[in-house]
């Protein structure tokens, strides 16, 4: 059953656009394979605000959401994850605001040396986050953090508790911004070594149990029903596992081997992150003793046995 993906999204990019009682969105004009359209930064709050997923440190954008915030005092900006997508705009707008940056923890330089995705190491929260923290942003209105690792480790959602207004049957409004954990347009990409496909997967079966059905999303469009959505995304994975064991079956090893296989009509620019897809499910595979391996993956040894400093104090030491 394939995904029933959402994307019908109205949108104009650096301009502030209220969604919703209390929650405006800007998009901004940062559009690539892995960001679709572009960043979603949301403005949350009446009186006080709380900014979520700042994202690029475009001069435009940045202006578009000071220009949302029109001099109401900002408690807080609230960082997902150090993807460069999502987090730099979180200096320049504490710097206008004076805001506390709140995230789960700053990504380790050692651990982002061992990939070559877009991080951004700039940005470190002044204020760790840890899993359920809450924090109130004005009265009746707060953030609860939802630590989910897998497509990063670092990976915040934030769910929000709306005691002022009601919602479905005098239930107060919640609301997920759930990051790139859960995106309508896409599945999120998970690449190891700092994604793991076991990790993103409990990460989603928390996400179920949450009281929230509405999903903000860090790009494209609202999610009107998040826990089937979800649903989706596991199905999903799970068949990716079932091609992916009919390969091994059937002999082929090279991940790029099964992306051919798997993937019908996939764009050139995205084999490497289909690629990547396949190792985070042979990691799976192997983590739960289905699957063993010869040797270890060839990057990141070969990056590992590069950066090894004591090469001269062993050609020094006189064969000792
Ligand atoms: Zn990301």
Same mark, same amino acid.
């Given at each position: 059953m394939p995904i029933r993906f959402i994307r019908d999204f109205e949108f104009r990019y650096e301009t502030p656009e209220?969604?919703?009682?209390a929650i405006t969105r800007v998009v901004a004009r940062n559009p690539k394979d892995y960001t679709w359209i572009g960043t979603n930064t949301w403005i949350v709050g009446d009186d006080r605000l709380a900014i979520i997923d700042?994202?690029?440190?475009q001069s435009e954008h940045v202006e578009a959401v000071l220009e949302a915030i029109a001099g109401r005092p900002v408690v807080g900006i609230f960082i997902t994850h150090s993807h460069n997508d999502h987090a730099p705009a979180a200096l320049p707008l504490a710097k206008a605001t004076g805001a506390t940056i709140f995230g789960h923890s700053p990504l380790d330089p050692m651990i982002a040396d061992l990939t070559d995705e877009d991080?951004? %190491?700039?940005v470190v929260p002044d204020c760790r986050l840890g899993d359920r923290a809450r924090l109130e942003i004005e009265e009746g209105l707060l953030i609860e953090a939802v630590h989910t690792p897998?497509?990063?480790?670092?990976h915040l959602c934030y769910l929000l508790h709306d005691l002022r207004r009601s919602h479905e049957g005098g239930v107060s409004r919640r609301m997920l911004f759930s990051g790139d954990h859960v995106m309508g347009w896409a599945t999120t990409v998970i690449a190891?070594?700092?994604?793991?496909l076991e990790h993103y997967l409990d990460s989603l079966l928390r996400l179920q149990r949450l009281p929230v059905t509405r999903y903000l999303p860090?790009?494209?469009?609202?999610?009107?029903d998040g826990p089937d959505y979800v649903r989706q995304l596991i199905a999903h994975r799970r068949f990716r596992e079932s091609q992916i064991v009919e390969c091994l079956e059937r002999g082929v090893r090279d991940p790029a081997e099964m992306v051919a296989r798997m993937?019908?009509? %996939?764009s050139p620019r995205l084999e490497k992150a289909a690629a990547l897809s396949v190792q985070a499910h042979l990691d799976f595979l192997a983590a739960r003793g289905l699957l063993t391996r010869e040797g270890v993956p060839t990057l990141s040894a070969r990056r590992i046995a590069e950066s090894w400093p004591y090469n001269e104090l062993e050609s020094s030491s006189g064969g000792r």
């Open positions: 209220m969604v919703a009682p700042p994202g690029p440190a991080i951004d %190491l700039s897998g497509h990063f480790p670092n190891p070594p700092l994604g793991n860090s790009h494209g469009p609202e999610i009107p993937y019908e009509g %996939l």
